[in-house]
């Protein structure tokens, strides 16, 4: 027999002596259900079969289970800690037990993720069993915390995620999973950054919240990451008087709540004086506003109080009825600030109110566009006859003519002062010149033709704008503050002269008034009114009281949603004016009596049409942007007229700085 075959059979036996040996050693044991183990390179099959003895569990064994496992054990052990302390020697030498409807089945370690026993939270079970346990989580991310995980599981095992139900499944040894399952439950909770509610029972939730924005800079955005988001939000809640908070860290929200704690206790009995500085709204309008309110729910018995002191706080009198407390609102309009004496829930009551009406008004920028395009087409022709010749003969003499238009066209206003002739085609037949008793001498004209043809087309375009608060009117005028005389007096002619005239200015040419209304929604109710006026042009010097104007204008209120072009009226005018004089009969006769005829013809046609589109500005950043646009605009026009003279250009925006002023005596 070869020296190999001898260790072999000799390593055999000693395995069958200890298996042997640990089996007389557990044997005196079983009356009092305790045992001592001693393996010592004991077989597992053999030792399985010795654990099974003693705890009556049925085992069945994977033909791959084969090794030699080592237990000692110093004092003796009831058989469920011997039963656990075979599956951790089985755990050790990479073996697992598989308990299913009475049998435990010993496999290797790597196939018991498959048939684990599922469990829950409420499952207790623990030793170095192979359960498997599905984890909800509520918070954290699974797919996350899996990653997390993945080291402290078995490298056998399994750990997997399903981010559709945001659950975590793993199959691993039963005290594993336990461990597994603490760790889960400590990260799996409310982050610092979750929303956190805190009741304020007497003071106002505004005011808390404005004064702790002052105080903590977490409320500030970095400014290194101006992106960021601040590590402090404080929100209110008007309704429960609460706060909302959103906190980075525990540590913050830790601190919010004991200056809370501090600062919400009840004041005295009367009352307190708070002052309430306003941002946006008026003070005076607010007061009132809040006066009414109060005065409103107070019902009867505020009518017989003053309206800047109001009973609105209720207590116990002798008869059992309320007791009223005084409450004052006082607007002081210096600071544009509000005096508030009432107790507390009435005083937190108006604060919400406040905070409510204090809130930034929109702004409203409109543009009109007035356009007015018109046409005027003219055309003139006639043939006048005129023979004065007998004026200056003696006797019966006879003298006539034909005579149309009015001056500048007719033949005896020429024959007067030919440069007075309007313009156009003017021929004429003069034959020297006659003397007329009281006009004196002229020219002799005995012929004058006339013809005409005028073609005007004019595009007038006007763009107003103007920038206006929600709900307050806003006013352009661009044109002129003409003179207009309403009345004059003289004395009489025995008293020295001292006349005098009554004279009302108004303004002529452009005039646009808006009143805007912004809805929730989004649209825009306009309140408009238009006038366009001008000076009717005449080639004699008139005097005021002799002035003609024209003037249109419209008034009308419209709905239009931001952005959008509206238009809010308009006018079409076609005016048409044929005028013929002739000579009766002579210039009824074809052809010939076009000789005796004067035709004047006129067509005037206007369009006009007014477009308005509003513009909402909410915050300071939409009104700057405007601002921008239209700066760099009108320096871009100015620019295009002064080429040459650069120092006189706008500086660009937000850029040069005025030099500091000069005050007398400083050098």
């Known amino acids: 027999m070869s020296a190999k075959k001898i260790k072999q059979h000799l390593a055999r036996t000693v395995v069958i002596i200890s298996a042997i040996t640990a089996v007389l050693l557990i044997q005196p044991a079983f009356a009092d259900e305790s045992v001592s183990l001693n393996f010592v390179n004991a077989d597992i099959a053999s030792v399985i079969k010795t654990i099974g003895a003693h705890t009556g569990k049925t085992f069945i064994i994977d033909p791959r289970v084969t090794g030699t496992v080592n237990i000692i054990s110093q004092t003796p052990v009831s058989k469920d800690i011997a039963y656990q302390i075979l599956l951790s020697s089985l755990r050790v030498s990479g073996y697992a037990a598989i308990e299913e409807r009475g049998v435990v089945k010993i496999v290797p370690e790597g196939d018991a993720k498959t048939s684990g026993t599922v469990i829950d939270r409420s499952t207790q079970i623990s030793g170095d069993r192979?359960?498997?346990?599905?984890?909800?989580?509520?918070?954290?991310?699974a797919v996350q915390l899996a990653q997390v995980l993945r080291p402290l599981v078995a490298p056998n095992n399994f750990i997997g995620a399903y981010p559709g139900s945001n659950v975590l499944v793993i199959a691993d040894y039963a005290s594993n999973v336990n461990r597994i399952a603490k760790i889960i439950s400590s990260i799996d909770v409310p982050t610092s950054a979750d929303l956190q509610l805190i009741k304020l029972q007497y003071a106002s939730a505004v005011d808390v919240a404005n004064l702790l924005k002052s105080l903590m800079p977490e409320t500030n955005a970095n400014p290194t990451n101006p992106g960021a988001p601040a590590k402090l939000s404080l929100g209110v809640e008007p309704r429960t008087n609460s706060l909302i908070v959103?906190?980075?860290?525990?540590?913050?929200?830790?601190?919010?709540?004991?200056?809370?704690?501090?600062?919400?206790?009840?004041?005295?009995?009367?009352?307190?004086?708070?002052?309430?500085?306003?941002?946006?709204?008026?003070?005076?309008?607010?007061?009132?506003?809040?006066?009414?309110?109060?005065?409103?729910?107070?019902?009867?018995?505020?009518?017989?109080?003053?309206p800047s002191t109001l009973t609105t706080t209720p207590g116990t009198s002798t008869g059992g009825a309320p007791s009223p407390s005084p409450s004052s609102i006082q607007a002081y309009a210096s600071t544009n600030s509000l005096v508030i004496v009432a107790p507390d829930h009435v005083y937190n009551s108006l604060r919400t109110v406040i905070d409510k009406l204090d809130a930034r008004r929109a702004q409203v920028y409109v543009e009109a566009l007035i356009v007015e395009v018109s046409a005027s087409v003219a055309s003139e022709f006639g043939i006048q006859w005129q023979d004065l010749s007998g004026l200056n003969r003696g006797g019966s003499q006879v003298i006539g003519g034909t005579n149309f238009g009015g001056t500048g066209t007719n033949i005896i206003g020429a024959a007067a002062n030919i440069s007075a002739v309007n313009s156009g085609l003017?021929?004429?037949?003069?034959?020297?010149?006659?003397?007329?008793?009281?006009?004196?001498?002229?020219?002799?004209?005995?012929?004058?033709?006339?013809?005409?043809?005028?073609?005007?087309?004019?595009?007038v375009l006007s763009t107003p704008n103007i920038l206006t608060l929600d709900n307050e009117e806003g006013k352009i005028v661009v044109g002129q503050n003409v003179p207009f005389v309403t009345g004059s007096f003289t004395?009489?002619?025995?008293?020295?002269?001292?006349?005098?005239?009554?004279?009302?200015?108004?303004?002529?040419?452009?005039?646009?008034?808006?009143?805007?209304?912004?809805?929730?929604?989004?649209?825009?109710?306009?309140?408009?009114?238009?006038?366009?006026?001008?000076?009717?042009?005449?080639?004699?010097?008139?005097?005021?009281?002799?002035?003609?104007?024209?003037?249109?204008?419209?008034?009308?209120?419209?709905?239009?949603?931001?952005?959008q072009i509206v238009v809010i009226g308009g006018l079409i005018q076609d005016d048409t004016k044929n005028n013929e004089s002739k000579v009766p009969l002579l210039g009824d006769i074809p052809f010939v009596g076009n000789l005796f005829k004067y035709q004047t013809k006129n067509r005037d046609k206007t369009n006009l049409m007014v477009f308005l589109r509003p513009y909402v500005l909410r915050d300071g950043k939409a009104a700057n942007q405007l601002t921008g646009e239209r700066y760099d605009y009108i320096r871009n026009e100015q620019g295009a007229v002064l080429r040459e003279n650069e120092s006189s250009l706008l500086p660009p925006t937000g850029g040069a700085q005025l030099p500091p002023a000069k005050v007398p005596g400083n050098k």
């Open 426 to 459: 003017n021929i004429g037949i003069v034959r020297g010149r006659i003397n007329i008793p009281g006009v004196g001498e002229v020219l002799n004209l005995g012929a004058l033709a006339r013809a005409l043809e005028a073609d005007q087309k004019g595009n």
């Open 491 to 563: 004395q009489t002619a025995n008293a020295s002269t001292n006349p005098f005239q009554t004279i009302e200015r108004k303004d002529i040419g452009l005039t646009l008034k808006v009143t805007p209304q912004v809805a929730e929604g989004g649209t825009v109710k306009l309140k408009a009114f238009l006038e366009v006026s001008s000076v009717v042009p005449t080639t004699t010097a008139v005097k005021s009281v002799d002035l003609i104007t024209n003037k249109r204008s419209i008034e009308n209120t419209v709905l239009v949603d931001d952005g």
């Open 246 to 306: 959103r906190a980075e860290t525990p540590q913050i929200v830790a601190r919010i709540k004991t200056l809370i704690a501090g600062l919400d206790i009840p004041t005295a009995a009367g009352g307190n004086i708070h002052v309430v500085y306003l941002r946006n709204a008026e003070a005076v309008k607010v007061a009132e506003t809040l006066r009414g309110l109060i005065a409103g729910s107070s019902g009867s018995s505020a009518a017989a109080v003053a």
């Open 130 to 141: 192979i359960v498997t346990q599905v984890f909800t989580l509520q918070n954290e991310s």
